[in-house]
T-cell receptor, first 114, second 110 residues
Framework: EPEVTQTPSHQVTQMGQEVILRCVPI?????FYWYRQILGQKVEFLVS????????KSEIFDDQFSVERPDGSNFTLKIRSTKLEDSAMYFC????????????FGDGTRLSIL | QKEVEQNSGPLSVPEGAIASLNCTYS??????FFWYRQYSGKSPELIMS????GDKEDGRFTAQLNKASQYVSLLIRDSQPSDSATYLC??????????FGTGTQLKVEL
């Protein structure tokens, strides 16, 4: 069964550094998403991406964050000037055509900011 | 603020029993409803989707939706220890953004 893959599984970074989290969505999916989950809290939406542009973003997704689809398969989340509070699990998800399609999640990247 | 509310639990049921998980949502514009299962330290795994009022069955799982009451539920029949996990309710409104509840922890006891 097709799946969303994310790399790395765990990223440890010094505060103030930049990180790039990578995702390969399911190949025939058109919508891509990033969510995060701080330990012990709910899963929170960050951003959705369709047709090579951001379709929706949350208040969390400020100028510190950016997304990119650098080629036909990868989807990346860049976090600049990381802060301690950016420590969380970051999940990539993808879905097919249409607004009602279920989103399938990758295994996540655990980001630890020291 | 659009909210999805779930009882955090834990909900404990004996093996073989029916587990009933409930969820309410505040946004009357919500169109799609999903149940995800999340094992500790893992990612959300899609179990069920439901879009219209009534029941939808898939194996041991039944999702129920009542839009008038803004209520979604998930029934798990013949509960197994492997069903022990946190169950997340999620909805979408006009767009594709998923709004999640905090999840209900289910424990299936031998």
């Amino acid at each position: 069964e097709p799946e969303v893959t994310q790399t790395p599984s765990h990223q440890v970074t010094q505060m103030g550094q930049e990180v790039i989290l990578r995702c390969v969505p399911i190949s025939n999916h058109l919508y891509f998403y990033w969510y995060r989950q701080i330990l012990g809290q709910k899963v929170e939406f960050l951003v959705s991406f369709y047709n090579n542009e951001i379709s929706e973003k949350s208040e969390i997704f400020d100028d510190q964050f950016s997304v990119e689809r650098p080629d036909g398969s990868n989807f990346t989340l860049k976090i600049r000037s990381t802060k301690l509070e950016d420590s969380a699990m970051y999940f990539c998800a993808s879905s097919g055509e249409g607004s009602n399609q279920p989103q399938h999640f990758g295994d996540g990247t655990r980001l630890s900011i020291l | 603020q659009k909210e999805v509310e779930q009882n955090s639990g834990p909900l404990s049921v004996p093996e073989g029993a029916i587990a009933s998980l409930n969820c309410t949502y505040s946004d009357r514009g919500s169109q799609s409803f999903f149940w995800y299962r999340q094992y500790s330290g893992k990612s959300p795994e899609l179990i069920m989707s439901i879009y219209s009022n009534g029941d939808k069955e898939d194996g041991r799982f039944t999702a129920q939706l009542n839009k008038a009451s803004q209520y979604v539920s998930l029934l798990i029949r013949d509960s197994q220890p492997s069903d022990s996990a946190t169950y997340l309710c999620a909805t979408t409104g006009g767009g594709n953004k998923l709004t999640f509840g905090t999840g209900t922890q289910l424990k299936v006891e031998l």
